[in-house]
């Protein structure tokens, strides 16, 4: 047996499980959670042996592969792990070699909050009396459980009641839970919610001053419990004190009379007797208990808008001031003060930096530790926008060596790009240039035109374990949440994957004949399904704004090429991803690359990715000798080779 482009490393490893996808492949199931689609020996593989065409790593146990649901698209199969359940999907269009694969998530009606458990076998009762094909036995551990599969992916909610509204929320990955601000008949409380089983694990308290070790319970910290007090922000603070860090929350709230209030919470795992901690054990039932109490208050006279901390103080803003305060004998000390020319709607601290987005003038970035500036007490501007953007969300992310501009080496892997989106449904990417040149002006990079607004960036590792690594350098997925509930995938691409997507997306907005055609001449196939963008594309689904040849035309001669300058749509360096998730699965390439030049172009953008050049691939006919046969079988090996870098930058985050 012998492995494919496709496949990656072979390593020996035990199998567990085989079994068939269809009539042309063989799933095999391995004890490192890998799962191989081997390929059988036919006439089209001269060495005539068995070849590994995909590995999927599919979780840390291991893997057993079982014959799945006939779709639609063709034959599945189900591939069981410590990560549940995971279904592989022949695509229509490539049929036994290039599969989707999704996680099938095992909900019951009368418990939505709890997670999918464990399964360890499946089959299917199709050829029992009164079930179809889509009815599955599934064994979790002692049970059994009669499913049914449903045909189509898509997302399935999962319910995490907490007796109120929530107001805020994030994880806290020291205590593995979620800490949760909800709002109960009218009072703002916290609370902490077991992620696995969503249960209420809080146990607020009061520490006691006369023990380090003992406290009592009560209803609500001090501070929070009374109607008048409303939470507008919580977030994380990693404290440093004498080379010792501390880990704590921090609570922005505003009372009736217009003031604000700043609370610091200390929150630790309730440390058990060892008979109680016995009995936990003996009671599965008996869930575990976070305790937390304030350590720290303070008042302000205005109510605060937003804040966010470094190793030593934290930073808050009400109306146009922002302030920096640290601990000094157990008290909040104020060490810095600067006026922003509007409120602030975000504030991160980034490299030693304050990052402040505001409401009317976009984001400045603030030098508050270099001496002159601690010695004034005053933060000094360093970078501001020359556009007036109004601020709903940033997210500042590291550039590569090919996609930082111009730069000492030492500086190249220190360059980064920061997202700004506003209620125009605009995102823009800013450069911030010169670390020591105050007062400068961010470059404009890029800017995407959306059909919804970003509320709010989030970055994490959200990929299944089977997605092919993602383009980011750091392996984190940028996500968008939008106003309208919807979520934006975004990339940061290098310049010569930018051209090489670019180029595809605008000639397949173009058409082979040079013509913008409308959405009517668009492939049937488009259905709407593209919920992520991928590529640095955006996820509404719309092309609408290229429907029209007579917009303006990006013509930069640096990154296209000198043939293609003429029929460049305006994109400030966006590429669409739905656009190019619609050509990948409706196989659109050979539709739009039809001619000669069109073919040579392509290949020169693939020769940055490993495609070999051929003779005469600037030119617009085939060399002298070359038969119509090896131009067909070049044209289609440099397609395919398209083909499989769209899938690996459209893979979804989520």
């Known amino acids: 047996m012998r492995a494919g482009n496709d496949a990656d490393s072979m390593v020996l490893n035990a199998v567990t499980s085989i079994t068939t996808a269809g009539d042309d492949n063989i799933v095999v199931g391995m004890r490192n959670g890998d799962t191989l689609m081997i390929r059988p020996p036919d006439n089209h593989q001269p060495e005539h042996q068995f070849m590994v065409i995909r590995t999927n790593h599919c979780g840390m146990s291991p893997a057993y592969v079982f014959n799945g649901p006939a779709l639609a698209t063709g034959a599945s199969c189900l591939v069981c792990t410590d990560k549940g359940v995971a279904i592989m999907m022949e695509q229509k269009l490539n049929p036994g070699f290039s599969e989707k694969i999704f996680q099938v998530w095992l909900t019951d009606a009368n418990e939505p909050h709890l997670p999918s458990p464990t399964v360890d076998s499946v089959t299917g009762l199709h050829q029992v009396p009164g079930y179809d094909s889509f009815t599955w036995a599934m064994i979790s551990g002692e049970r059994i459980l009669i499913t049914e599969i449903q045909p189509c992916a898509g997302p399935v909610p999962r319910y995490l009641p907490v007796g109120g509204t929530p107001k805020a929320i994030l994880y806290s990955e020291r205590l593995d839970a979620l800490a949760t601000v909800v709002a109960k008949k009218g009072i703002d409380s916290l609370h902490f919610i077991d992620p696995t089983t969503g249960t209420d694990i809080s146990r607020p308290t009061r520490k006691l001053p006369s023990s380090d070790d003992e406290y ?370 409706n196989k659109q390439l050979e539709k739009v690359f039809t001619s000669p030049q069109h073919l040579a172009e392509i290949r020169g953008l693939l020769v940055p990715f490993g495609l070999e050049a051929v003779n005469g691939e600037n030119s617009t006919t085939t060399t002298t000798g070359t038969t119509a046969a090896a131009a067909d079988e070049d044209a289609s090996k440099a397609l395919n080779y398209a083909y499989h870098l769209l899938e690996y930058y459209l893979a979804s985050a989520i």
């Open 216 to 585: 009592k319970d009560i209803d609500y910290i001090s501070s929070l419990g009374s109607p008048d007090v409303k939470v507008t922000a919580l977030f994380n603070w990693r404290y440093e004190y004498d080379g010792k860090p501390y880990s704590w929350f921090v609570i922005l709230a505003g009372l009736r009379d217009g003031q604000g209030l700043l609370l610091v919470i200390s929150a630790e795992n309730e440390k058990r007797k060892e008979g109680e901690r016995q009995a936990v054990v003996e009671n599965e039932e008996t869930p575990r208990r976070i305790c937390f109490y304030t350590i720290n208050v303070k008042r302000f006279k205005e109510a605060l808008r937003t804040g966010t901390t470094d190793e030593h103080g934290i930073f808050v803003n009400y109306k146009t001031t922002l302030e920096y305060y640290i601990i000094d004998d157990k008290k909040f000390k104020r060490a810095m003060i600067y006026e922003l020319p509007s409120p602030a709607t975000r504030l991160e601290v980034v490299d030693g930096q304050l990052h402040a987005l505001t409401t009317h003038h976009s984001l400045l970035i603030l030098d508050y530790k270099s001496a002159p500036v601690r010695e004034s007490g005053r933060m000094v501007r360093m970078h501001t926008d020359e556009i007036a953007r109004n601020g709903l969300s940033s997210i500042t992310l590291p550039l590569s060596v090919h996609t930082a501009p111009t730069a000492p080496a030492k500086e190249r892997q220190q360059q980064r790009i920061i997202l700004v989106s506003d209620p125009m449904c605009t995102v823009s990417g800013l450069w911030p240039p010169g670390e020591n040149a105050y007062t400068s002006s961010f470059q404009l990079l890029c800017e995407a035109e959306l059909g919804v607004s970003i509320r709010k960036f989030v970055q994490g590792f959200t990929r299944p374990p089977w997605s092919l690594p993602g383009p980011q350098t750091n392996k984190q997925s940028v996500l968008g949440l939008a106003i309208d509930g919807s979520v934006t995938q975004f990339t940061i691409l290098d310049e010569h994957v930018w051209r090489l997507l670019a180029f595809i997306q605008n000639r397949l907005l173009l058409g082979s004949d040079h013509t913008i055609y409308s959405s009517s001449d668009k492939d049937d196939d488009n259905d709407g399904h593209d919920d992520d963008g991928g590529g640095g594309g955006d996820g509404d689904g719309r092309s609408d704004r290229y429907d029209s040849a007579d917009g303006e035309f990006w013509k930069d001669p640096r990154l296209l090429p000198a043939s293609a300058t003429s029929y460049f749509p305006t994109t400030k360096g966006h590429v669409d991803g739905d656009v190019l998730q619609r050509c990948l699965e």
